[in-house]
């Protein structure tokens, strides 16, 4: 007499195969799901990490605008101070100072205190004294100092303590730091009372907005920055969290239909048991009991296999993995209260998932088991019309809300990717039915070019859709997540990638710090004629300019070029016309005055003593242009007379090489001639930009890798056990006259039958995704990775075939005396 415990590990062993697979799956599931949320939990800590380090521990900025002309006081400083939920205050200061007397630029310093606050946001280490300077790494190039050297600023002499290092991928700023007792005296309209320019405010947790607002109450004509408000931090959040939400959808997704996959083969071969148990005469409680035994074994195994699986995965193999790919390191914490919490909700859900199934199988009779493991018929019923329809009037009514509230702000934002979720669903409930029907169109074609087996294998494959739905919904969750993914990480670098390019238009950048006058575009010749070099050309800094147009004076700003150079260059139309009193404008701004080519225009520079634009001279416009030039309207040549009556200044000058190396040792000269010159190549640029992209991205391509590895090891392994299962249909088939080599190619053609699909269906419907949540953020075009989904999608159908011709070819050998008897 058995128990029935030991019925239920009896009828365990023999079903060895299936308890395996399913073992194996709920691990992988639940590996996915713990990879997915150590991505979440890491991603949105180094954004914080990353915000913190870019504006330190400061939750508010509060000042006056320059125009206000007014200074916070040390009572304002002391009532900030008091204020509940403020922490810490922090005064600084801002001028514009003379170093070294140089006498044409300023350099912006900046007055600090010496407390954390202010050191989080300036980024220095050591406390100032009264003679104390620090200085960013540029100030110490130009000026030749080191720590320890002294510094002349204004009419004083300090000590550098300190040289701010620069950040890789971007310029090295000019900025000087000295204490704030000094710098406040240097400002306008400075008093005694004066305490600094703004105050730098640290709140407690969550209640920065609210004392902002409190603030602004006590003086609405402060100006109240709270960071958290900030377009870069809206930006960051909104896209850190659109892209979790389609992350954590579906991936969950995948986990999801795997374990539906699994559920259904495991409940496919326990309805068998159930249908023999109850044709035997046991009880509805005595089949639930051994159901229920099972299945909480299964499950139990599964999570704390996965669980251990994906600490080793997080802890070991993920760090490995980003190593082996040349990555820098990244963040991969894992709280252990985080991981149980996990697990034991994967747990519940996962039993109450298959106690539903069980009360309801148990409660069978066996013809009604054995008929209901045989209806695999997929039909469209009435309740999916009406959840479509209504699915689809939602989603069309969100996106169009969307764009009335605009599609930018947090709530379009929201809108649009619920409509975008809810269309992508509907498509995911039609296509099953599409796919079919284009099957039973292409039935006689496929029979007549891929012969009677692949024929065999599509007639077969048509019932299986609804049964074999979860493997394929799989695969089309995967290629959403990589087509989603790979979009977003190749836009973020292409725009990257772009802003460098924009900042170098030709491969060498030589920067004038000083505005040195001496720098004249004559030595443009001498750079020309080194064998390194294949053309170069200097542009000013952008001047002020007034043009009268009537009655009234127009301020503008304009910038100085080589015309004739940019001609030839093909960075301007030809231009004729007398260069020394011509004048460029853009077309927008000859549209909006209504000028046009051969007009003369009176110029002015503006009178201080008199407080108004005078005349200086006349220009004649000889040309009009698509768009600006470095950010001016307005374009004169170097022959121009307003270079020597405004006493232009070359800002930069560009250096076109097909050697940058060579090109850097040959433009040496120029050091010795200038030695504040800045010298910096596109290449190095763009490869510091690229290493900064993937250490922000290194965890999301680690966690990418390792979601398509257990992704394709789920759906192959659920395919196998299919397959598997089927080996009764094989037999039949052989018997009735199908050779081994054609059913080797039967089962391959049903295999990339369902694989085939769920990769194209996934593409579409991830490019679908991307591109209607590129709606929300329009200002610079989405970008798609198709090498990263050729190469996905080649992977996974070389494995694919490999795998299942090894399985076919095993199958096919097998005797057919023994394989019926087995069945």
């Known amino acids: 007499m058995f128990t029935m415990r030991a019925v239920a590990l009896k009828l365990f062993r023999a079903a060895w195969a299936n308890v395996l697979t399913s073992i194996s799956i709920i691990t992988i599931s639940i590996c996915l799901v713990m990879t997915m949320s150590v991505y979440a939990l890491n991603a949105h800590n180094q954004m914080k990490a990353d915000i913190q380090a870019l504006y330190g521990e400061m939750d508010i900025m509060v000042g006056y605008n320059p125009d206000q002309h007014q200074l916070l006081t040390t009572q304002q400083i002391e009532l900030l101070s008091s204020l509940a939920g403020v922490t810490q205050v922090s005064n600084v200061s801002l001028a514009h100072t003379k170093v070294e007397q140089e006498k044409s630029t300023t350099f912006y310093t900046v007055g600090v205190e010496n407390d954390d606050l202010v050191k989080s946001r300036y980024h220095f280490e050591m406390n100032l004294g009264p003679n104390d300077a620090i200085i960013s790494e540029n100030v110490a190039r130009i000026f030749k100092k080191n720590v320890g050297d002294t510094i ?7 000590i550098v303590r300190e040289i701010l290092p620069t950040m890789k991928g971007t310029d090295s700023p000019n900025i000087i730091l000295l204490p704030n007792t000094i710098v406040k005296t240097w400002m306008n309209n400075s008093q005694p009372q004066t305490a600094g320019m703004f105050a730098l ?66 409940f496919y071969k326990i309805k068998e048991q159930l249908m023999i148990l109850r044709a035997l005469g046991a009880s509805v409680q005595q089949v639930r009991r051994i159901v229920k035994l099972q299945l909480s074994l299964i499950i139990c195994f599964g999570v704390m296999l996965g669980t251990t699986m994906s600490l080793l995965v997080i802890k070991i193999w993920l760090p490995q993995l980003i190593s082996l790919l040349h990555l820098p390191n990244a963040r991969t914490e894992l709280p252990l209260p985080f991981v149980i919490v996990i697990a034991l909700s994967s747990f519940l859900i ?46 069309v009514l969100f996106l ?46 496929i029979r007549a070019v891929l012969g009677k087996e692949a024929y065999l294998a ?43 390019e924009s900042q170098y238009e030709t491969a060498v950048k030589i920067n004038n710090e000083l505005n040195d006058p001496t720098l004249t575009p004559a030595v443009i010749k001498e750079m020309e004629a080194l064998p390194s070099v294949q053309y170069a050309y200097a542009q000013s800094n952008n001047a002020y300019i007034a043009l009268q147009l009537g ?57 201080v003593a008199a407080q108004q634009d005078r005349p200086t001279g006349e220009l004649q416009i000889i040309g009009i242009i698509d768009a600006p030039l470095h950010y001016a309207e307005l374009i004169v040549d170097w022959s121009s007379f307003l270079t020597s009556q405004d006493h232009t200044i070359i800002e930069d000058i560009m250096v076109e090489t097909t050697n940058p190396e060579q090109a850097l040792s040959d433009l040496s000269f120029l050091e ?152």
């Open 350 to 395: 996962l039993q109450v998932m298959t106690q539903w199934q069980v009360a309801k199988s148990a409660r069978l009779l066996p013809l009604q088991i054995a008929t209901d493991n045989e209806n695999l018929r997929l039909r469209w019923t009435k309740w999916k019309t009406i959840m479509v329809g209504i699915g689809g009037i939602i989603a």
């Open 551 to 607: 009655d009234e004076w127009l301020p503008e700003n304009y910038t100085t070029i080589d015309i004739e150079k940019f001609g030839q260059l093909g960075k301007l139309p030809k231009i004729e016309g007398p260069l020394q009193d011509g004048l460029l404008v853009t077309k927008s701004l000859a549209n909006r005055h209504h000028l046009s080519v051969g007009d003369r225009i009176t110029i002015g520079s503006y009178d």
């Open 152 to 158: 002349h600023i204004q009419t004083k002499n300090f």
């Open 400 to 445: 169009l809300q969307a764009q009335l509230t605009g599609t930018g702000s947090n709530q379009g934002a929201l809108l649009i990717l619920i409509g975008t979720i809810l269309i992508c669903g509907i498509l995911l409930l039609f296509i099953p039915y599409l796919f079919t029907a284009l099957l039973q169109v292409a039935l006689k074609p």
């Open 201 to 266: 405010i640290k709140t407690e947790d969550g209640l920065a907005k609210a004392v902002g607002t409190e603030i602004k109450q006590l003086d609405e004509t402060l100006r109240v920055d709270v960071m958290s408000d900030y377009d870069l931090f809206k930006r960051n959040l909104q896209s850190l969290m659109i892209f979790m939400i389609v992350l954590a959808v579906f991936i969950l997704l995948i986990a999801s239909v795997l374990l539906l996959s699994t559920f259904q083969l495991l």
């Open 672 to 823: 010795e001639r200038w030695p504040a010159l800045k010298f910096t190549d596109k290449v190095t640029m763009m490869e510091q930009s690229r290493e900064m992209f993937f250490q922000r991205w290194s965890l999301f391509v680690g966690v990418f890798v390792l979601l398509i590895v257990a992704t394709v090891l789920g759906v192959l392994q659920t395919l196998l056990h299919t397959i598997y299962t089927k080996r009764s249909d094989y037999v039949i088939q052989r018997l009735i006259g199908l050779s081994p080599n054609g059913l080797i190619k039967l089962i391959l053609t049903q295999v990339l039958s369902f694989v085939l699909y769920g990769l194209t269906v996934g593409t579409f419907i991830g490019l679908i995704l991307t591109r209607m949540l590129g709606f929300i953020d329009e200002s610079s075009p989405m970008s798609y990775d198709y090498l990263t989904l050729g190469i996905t999608s080649s992977a996974f159908l070389i494995a694919t075939l490999i795998v299942f011709t090894l399985q076919g070819y095993w199958i096919s050998r097998q005797k057919l005396a023994n394989e019926i008897v087995e069945i």
């Open 458 to 500: 599509c007639q077969q494959v048509m019932p299986q859709v609804r049964k074999n739905r979860p493997i394929v919904l799989s695969i089309i969750g995967l290629m959403v997540i990589l087509t989603f993914g790979s979009s977003l990480m190749k836009t973020l670098q292409h725009n990257d990638l772009a802003f460098t």
